[in-house]
């Protein structure tokens, strides 16, 4: 009688992680997904991250490499590639500051959003990165290749 009803036709959004220190450009980040995704915010700590990313399952996340926390963002994105290396990790911050650009490239991002993109190209850049995560863990190609005819290769292929 008391107890919550939960609808089920309800519209489920994806989480996505936003690891900052700051929440400058956050907010703004928050609007532009509002919808489609849920950006739950945590701070730049390995315990709290690794916390999050079992509770949340969240299907992407993106460091904030503005400058006073660039080089410790980027020891966090390769810790969080080293636990969960399927995990779409994206770079976030201003393109005009090419410490922080670079600092993420060179951290191991997919991909690098700022505030001075549109809406759209923000979220197409999330999604391109979602979508190649989920190629990737779907299946393997292999190919064999014959010297000559009668070495058993076509029985290799069938039995793989």
Not at 22 to 33: I, M, N, P, R
Not at 47 to 58: G, N, Q, V
Not at 96 to 104: I, N, R, S, V, Y
Not at 136 to 159: D, W, Y
Request: charged share 15%; net charge negative.
């Amino acid at each position: 009688m008391n107890a919550r009803h939960f609808s089920l036709v309800e519209p489920v959004t994806q989480i996505c992680l936003w690891v900052s220190g700051t929440a400058e450009y956050g907010h703004q980040l928050e609007a532009t997904l509002a919808g489609q995704y849920t950006l739950a915010r945590v701070a730049p700590d390995m315990a709290l991250l690794k916390e999050r990313l079992a509770t949340l399952l969240p299907v992407a996340v993106i460091f904030d490499f503005s400058p006073p926390d660039a080089q410790a963002i980027a020891g966090l994105v390769e810790d969080v590639r080293r636990l969960q290396p399927g995990l779409p990790v994206l770079g976030a911050g201003s393109v005009g500051q090419p410490g922080a650009t670079l600092a993420a490239l060179r951290a191991g991002v997919d991909d690098f959003i700022g505030p001075e993109m549109a809406a759209e190209e923000v979220l197409q850049a999330l999604r391109k990165c979602i979508s190649a995560a989920h190629i990737s863990e779907t299946g393997r190609v292999a190919m064999l290749l014959g010297a000559r005819s009668g070495l058993g290769v076509s029985t290799i292929a069938c039995n793989l």
